[in-house]
Structures are given as structure tokens and as C-alpha cells.
């Protein structure tokens, strides 16, 4: 059993011999999550999309299939998540459907006004200052663009012992009331119940989160 400190910081930025590991106890854990911000993206056709936080990648070819004529881009701080993620995504990078860039949050390297769409995943307990990432989100945003948040509710996050390391745990209501103070207008809050897991003998249901913005 790894040191929960360790694992927080896994989870912060997978990086090393843990990082494979890691990042696929997150695939399996987090597809909850996926199906629920995947079921509500608001596609249309040819639309861009920016995905930060992707871990190893492994959702690529699941948002892709949802409509063939997105052109869809990524970014991770994680040396090691980038390199997972261009391995086993060639065909869609060889494609050009698919690119992939190592990079912060807090410093998004596209032009101004790109996407139609940009997502994060349980990404924003890892912001020491929200409103950077957030600014420069609205930056990359076209006008007309959404921004979604994938989180699980603070209450439910608080039943895993390693979420007391590093991580910034936000309720609905706080999330929502920091978007609004960074220029975002809420368009819709969705919830869903995950299934349970077992963990050192007690069940656990997390709550999957997510909140659509506009600007
Ligand atoms: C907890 S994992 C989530 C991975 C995946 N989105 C999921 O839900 O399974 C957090 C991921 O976001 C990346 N990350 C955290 N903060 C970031 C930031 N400020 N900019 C870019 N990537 C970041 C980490 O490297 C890691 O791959």
C-alpha cells in the first residue's frame, strides 16, 4: 500500500515508474465521469476542442467516435502522461485529428478565441490559483465557446483519505459562485451517482459533477 501523501501527488502530476499505474486506476475510476461529461458536451460538427489534464489519454478515441469531424487537442504538465497519451493515440495524431502539447494550465499555448470547446476532468483541486487557469481559458474560449468542469462533489471527495494532501475540494455551489467571479455564465449543473466501490471495507459512492459554462 503506497503512502497517501505519495498518492495525492500521483494524482497532482503522475510522473515516474507509478505514473502507468496510476494513470490507469484513474481511467477505471474516473469513467464515470467521462460518460457523464461526454453525454452533455454540446458537439456540433467540426468543432475544436481542448482537453487539459488528460492523464494517459486514454479518452481520446472515446470523444472522437462521438462525432468524426471534431478536431481535438490536449494538454498535460505531465511529461509522462503526454508520453502514454501520444502512444497509444499514433493513428489519431497521424490523422491530425488528435494533438498533444506538455504544457500548464495557467499558460495555454493557442491563439486567442480557438476552441468551441474546452474540458478539464478532476483537474481543478490542482489549482493553487484558479483564477490564472480560468483567465486563461476565456482567453482560448471563441465566444460562442463552453467550458466544462468534471469534478466529484466535495462531500463525497472528503471520504478519500489521500484528498487531505494537496488536493482543493470545491462543492457545486463554491465551483459555480468562482466561475461566475471569473466572467462564466452557468448553463446547466449535472449530477450522477457513481457506482460503488470497496475500499478497506467500506463502500464508497462518489458523486460525478458537471458544471456547463458559457462566457
Ligand atoms: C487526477 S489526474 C486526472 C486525469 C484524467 N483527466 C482523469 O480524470 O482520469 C490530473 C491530471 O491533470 C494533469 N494536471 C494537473 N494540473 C494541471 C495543470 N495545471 N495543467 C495541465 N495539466 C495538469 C496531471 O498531470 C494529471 O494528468
Known amino acids: 500500500m503506497k503512502d497517501l501523501e505519495f498518492i495525492a501527488s500521483q494524482l497532482r502530476k503522475p510522473s515516474g515508474d507509478f505514473a502507468a499505474t496510476i494513470a490507469e486506476k484513474m481511467n477505471e475510476g474516473n469513467q464515470p465521469l467521462y460518460d457523464l461529461t461526454f453525454n452533455r458536451l454540446d458537439l456540433n460538427k467540426g468543432d475544436t476542442i481542448l482537453e487539459i489534464g488528460f492523464g494517459n489519454g486514454f479518452h481520446f478515441p472515446e470523444l472522437l467516435s462521438l462525432e468524426d469531424s471534431l478536431t481535438v487537442y490536449g494538454i498535460d504538465y505531465s511529461e509522462d502522461m503526454v508520453r502514454q497519451a501520444a502512444g497509444r493515440n499514433k493513428k489519431l495524431i497521424k490523422k491530425g485529428q488528435l494533438f498533444l502539447a506538455e504544457g500548464g494550465s495557467d499558460r ?55 484528498t487531505k494532501f494537496g488536493f482543493k475540494l470545491y462543492s457545486v455551489e463554491e465551483w459555480s459562485s468562482l466561475l461566475k467571479d471569473n466572467g462564466f455564465t452557468i448553463k446547466n449543473t449535472y449530477q450522477k451517482t457513481d457506482p460503488g466501490f470497496e475500499e478497506s471495507g467500506k463502500v464508497i459512492r462518489l458523486e460525478s459533477i458537471c458544471i456547463a459554462a458559457e462566457l
Open 108 to 162: 495555454l499555448p493557442y491563439a486567442d478565441h480557438t476552441f468551441d470547446i474546452v474540458f478539464c476532468n478532476m483537474v481543478i483541486y490542482f489549482w493553487d490559483n484558479p483564477e490564472v487557469h480560468l483567465k486563461e481559458i476565456r482567453r482560448v474560449m471563441k465566444s460562442t465557446g463552453k467550458f466544462y468542469t468534471g469534478m466529484r462533489s466535495k462531500e463525497t471527495m472528503l471520504q478519500l483519505p489521500f
